[in-house]
């Protein structure tokens, strides 16, 4: 059987270590409010020409959207 002074351990090891995690967890809180303007972007995009095609893959997915209506013909 527990004695007197186990179950008094156990209790304050308990309240401690839920006190220890809710000032972690309210530390965390603070951190993640901070304003979002503070970040930055550290990669700049690459410059996109207006008359390149925006898919590297253009031509096969014109080749699939013209399989589409030739079999669409036949149904």
Known sequence: MIG???VL????GSVLSLSLLSVLCLRC???SNQNPA??????SSLPIKEDEDDYENSDFLDK???EEEDS???H
């Open 9 to 12: 351990v156990l209790t304050v």
């Open 38 to 43: 503070v970040y930055a972007n550290v990669i």
């Open 29 to 31: 809180k603070k951190k």
């Open 64 to 66: 699939i959207v013209e």
């Open 72 to 74: 669409e013909c036949y």
């Open 4 to 6: 007197s002074s186990d």
